[in-house]
């Protein structure tokens, strides 16, 4: 498994920022992490925790939402990248699938497939073979490329969605809330691909998930937002048996909880911030 450390070799860099919506509304509260390259980076927290936020801001998104970057930097490949605009950000290689498997409903799966490589250049053989390549990750939308994609199910506009990002041939994908309304069965299917094509594309991924459990396993390392900060991070593997994961976000505990909302916000709190 990749060593997904901070050091030098990352690819993403997000250093203190803070986020304000409306001119006065302050959501993150001088967040920072690192992502290297090849790896997959979990942004772990609860509802309102600020992973949207932080995701949105990395892909330049916030300003349809009269959001925006007030202090802090975010460089990609080293280079300070907060003042492009999204289409630029996707031609350098960044693009974000968004929560909620937006697709196009009157459109096939297919022409929302394509409309992924709108940005390219290099011509209709090579956009035809990440076609193919897509469908392979993904056979199930080989099978309903004819489909219209409104009256798909969700599991498939979760794949359209990740599919339509794979065809801008992107070095990074910001993933938001992939298990987000799906059963069970097909959260780990979902992630099962994003694996794969970590693995055999070397896309880089950073997602935001609330289901703590299924990404730590997938994921390489983590942060954990709580109120728009940081609050804890480390490789995967160890989060999986911090003490303070397991009991607050996992669902278990040495003595006896299974619950984190048993316990004062303010406990967990006072042991992460000190």
């Not at 003042?83 to 968004?98: C, H, N, Y």
């Not at 993933?175 to 309304?181: F, K, N, T, V």
């Not at 979902?190 to 990404?215: P, R």
Request: with cysteine.
């Amino acid at each position: 498994m990749l060593d997904a450390t901070k050091t030098d070799q990352a690819l993403l860099e997000v250093n203190n920022i803070e986020v304000i919506y409306n001119h006065v509304i302050l959501v993150l509260k001088g967040v920072s992490l690192s992502v290297p390259k090849g790896g997959i980076t979990a942004l772990l927290g609860g509802n309102g925790a600020g992973k949207t936020t932080t995701l949105k801001a990395i892909s330049n998104l916030l300003k349809s939402e009269r959001g925006e970057v007030t202090k802090g930097s975010v460089q990609y490949r080293g280079e300070k990248v907060q003042d492009l605009s999204p289409a630029e950000l996707v031609r350098k290689g960044v693009i974000q699938v968004m929560e909620g498997r937006h697709c196009f409903e009157h459109l096939t799966v297919e022409e929302n497939l394509l409309t992924g490589a709108y940005t390219r250049g290099d011509g209709s053989a090579a956009i035809a073979r990440d076609l193919d390549m897509v469908y392979t990750y993904f056979p199930r939308l080989k099978e309903r490329r004819r489909s219209q994609a409104g009256y798909t199910s969700g599991g498939e506009q979760q794949m359209v969605a990740i599919g339509r990002a794979l065809m801008s041939r992107p070095e990074m994908i910001l993933l938001d809330e992939p298990s987000m309304g799906l059963a069970p069965q097909l959260v780990e299917q979902i992630f099962e691909i994003v694996k794969a094509v970590n693995e055999g594309e070397g896309v880089t991924f950073l997602l935001a998930e609330q289901n703590t459990n299924v990404a730590l396993r997938y994921a390489h390392y983590g942060y954990i937002l709580e109120s728009g900060r940081v609050v804890m991070d480390g490789p995967a593997k160890d989060l999986r048996e911090n003490p303070d994961v397991k009991e607050f976000y996992l669902g278990m505990s040495d003595d006896g909880r299974n619950s984190f909302r048993n316990v004062r916000s303010y406990r967990r709190r006072k042991r992460w911030l000190s």
